[in-house]
């Protein structure tokens, strides 16, 4: 697509369920990254895909967050038994990878804004 | 490891006022530069960037930064603000690798704009 699509754009849960936050890259870009934003904090990396390349896990919180990526596209970030302290801006970025030229650079989602009750 | 220091959390300033919001990095050589806007709501836009040449760049909305190499800086400016400048500025450091750690974000400067 032309942009970095992110759904839902808000999600409400109840703590302890699971939730799953999507995200589709923009056409062509080999490398996604999530990250999340929590309230007037910058942004914290989580963690990052380059093509079929095994994922750079190392911003995970905890065990109870994972992500996939599927065929090399679109991202799913799953966050298990949910905690209060979850509650924050899920933010995707993409890029491509390996650009170093003028148009090296993240482009952003609008987020998914998640709220834990 | 590169890091990113915006040593303001806030600014206020007044609509048609001059801006400057700063930003020091560390990293071990020529890094690439960022600079990216996020209005409520939304996600991060990017302002500017720098790789190499003329260290002053101008980007989007009116805004320019400047590279100084020697005090490790990419200072934003902006001659005369709107108040739809009020949002949240993030600067940014990349590996020119790229990469996970490819860009490194400083925590923000929330610029607010009196009329």
């Known amino acids: 697509g032309a942009g970095v699509s992110q759904s839902p754009s808000n999600k409400v849960t109840e703590k302890g369920k699971d939730v799953e936050l999507r995200c589709d890259p923009i056409?062509?870009?080999?490398?996604l990254y999530w990250y999340r934003q929590s309230l007037g904090q910058g942004l914290e990396f989580l963690i990052y895909?380059?093509?079929?390349?095994?994922?750079?896990k190392s911003g995970l919180p905890s065990d109870r967050f994972s992500a996939e990526r599927t065929g090399g596209s679109v991202s799913t970030l799953t966050i298990q038994r949910t905690q209060q302290e979850d509650s924050a801006v899920y933010l995707c970025?993409?890029?491509?990878?390996?650009?170093?030229?003028?148009?090296?650079?993240?482009?952003f989602g609008s987020g998914t804004r998640l709220t834990v009750v | 490891a590169q890091s990113v220091t915006q040593p303001d959390i806030h600014i206020t300033v007044s609509e048609g006022a001059s801006l400057e919001l700063r930003c020091n990095y560390s990293?071990?050589?020529?890094?690439?530069l960022f600079w990216y806007v996020q209005s409520p709501g939304q996600g991060l836009q990017l302002l500017l960037k720098?790789?190499?040449?003329?260290?002053l760049v101008q980007g989007i909305k009116g805004f320019e930064a400047e590279f100084k190499r020697s005090q490790s800086s990419f200072n934003l400016r902006k001659p005369s603000v709107h108040w739809s400048d009020a949002a949240e500025y993030f600067c940014?450091?990349?590996?020119?690798?790229?990469?996970?750690?490819?860009?490194?974000f400083g925590k923000g400067t929330h610029l607010i704009i009196q009329p």
């Open positions: 720098y790789f190499s040449g003329d260290t």
């Open positions: 056409s062509g870009h080999t490398a």
């Open positions: 990293y071990g050589a020529t890094p690439y």
């Open positions: 970025a993409s890029s491509l990878r390996g650009d170093r030229g003028p148009n090296y650079g993240y482009t």
């Open positions: 895909f380059q093509g079929n390349s095994a994922p750079d």
């Open positions: 940014a450091v990349g590996a020119p690798g790229g990469g996970a750690d490819g860009l490194t």
